[in-house]
């Protein structure tokens, strides 16, 4: 499962461990993503989303319509 957010396309970030010794080596930050199922009442149907928290927190202050055509609109969905 790629962790990239469907709505706000948030992916990865990468960044070093360091250890006590300041001893760098590299390692990966992954985005808080989870699946979840949103209704459609226009379309009477079900989705599911692989969604970031920000994601959620965009699906609740414009709707779930309006966060879906932001990203058709930046290409994220299809």
Known sequence: MSKVCQITGISYQNGN????????TK????PNVSSKKFFIPEEN???????????LRLIDKVGLREAVR???ANGLLK
């Open 17 to 24: 461990n360091v250890s006590h010794s300041k001893r760098r």
């Open 27 to 30: 390692r990966r930050f992954l």
């Open 45 to 55: 149907r079900w989705v599911t989303l692989k969604v970031s928290s920000a994601g």
């Open 70 to 72: 932001r990203a058709e």
